[in-house]
C-alpha cells in the first residue's frame, strides 16, 4: 500500500542512486548510467534500465534491488523495463562515478562520443599513480566490461574499464 505521501520521479531517482552496481560497489546504477527512465503515474512507477550489455549477468540482481528499494518506500505497483536500443555507451557513466572509479584502483574508460577505436588507441593512465606508462596485460578481465592492464611506473596491475 502506498502511503499517504506522494512519490514522485525525483524520489524514485534518488532511491535508485542507492542501488549499487554489483560488481563495482562504489557506483550506482544511475551514476553508471544503467538506469534510463522514470516515469510515475500516481502509484505506478515504471523504471527502464540499460544492461552494460545484453548479456550482463547483473541485471536480474539489479531488478530485485529495484523492486525492493522501490516497495521500502511504499510502491506497489512497480514495473522494470529493459531497453536495449539505443545500446549502452561508457560515455553515459557519470563524472562522479568516474572519480570513484580510479579512487576504487578500476581505470574508468574515455568518454570517446562513438570513437571507440580511438579510444581503445589511447594510453591508459594507471588509477594508482597517474603514470600513462601502461600496457594492455589482457583484454579480457573479470567482467566482459574490463581488461587488464599493467603500469610500467608503480608496477602494479589495474583493471580498466573498456569504452564501449
Given at each position: 500500500m502506498v502511503s499517504d505521501a506522494v512519490i514522485t520521479a525525483e524520489r524514485v531517482w534518488q532511491v535508485l542512486n542507492t542501488i549499487n552496481d554489483p560488481e563495482i560497489p562504489v557506483v550506482s546504477l544511475v551514476e553508471m548510467g544503467i538506469a534510463r527512465?522514470?516515469?510515475?503515474?500516481?502509484?505506478?512507477?515504471?523504471?527502464?534500465?540499460?544492461?552494460?550489455f545484453?548479456?550482463?549477468p547483473a541485471m536480474p540482481y539489479l531488478r530485485e534491488q529495484i523492486?525492493?528499494?522501490l516497495r521500502s518506500i511504499g510502491l506497489e505497483q512497480i514495473e522494470i523495463r529493459t531497453a536495449l536500443n539505443p545500446p549502452w555507451t561508457s560515455d553515459w557513466i557519470s563524472?562522479?562515478?568516474?572519480?570513484?572509479l580510479r579512487q576504487f584502483g578500476l581505470a574508468p574508460p574515455p568518454r570517446h562520443t562513438g570513437q571507440i577505436e580511438i579510444a581503445l588507441l589511447?594510453?591508459?593512465?594507471?588509477p594508482h599513480c597517474g603514470s600513462k606508462?601502461?600496457?594492455?596485460?589482457?583484454?579480457?578481465?573479470?567482467?566482459?566490461?574490463?581488461?587488464l592492464h599493467y603500469c610500467r611506473a608503480c608496477r602494479q596491475s589495474f583493471q580498466r574499464f573498456k569504452p564501449l
Open positions: 527512465e522514470v516515469q510515475v503515474d500516481g502509484a505506478r512507477v515504471v523504471v527502464t534500465i540499460t544492461p552494460t545484453a548479456g550482463c523492486v525492493e528499494q563524472d562522479e562515478a568516474r572519480s570513484k589511447e594510453a591508459v593512465t594507471c606508462d601502461t600496457v594492455l596485460d589482457n583484454a579480457f578481465g573479470p567482467t566482459l566490461c574490463q581488461a
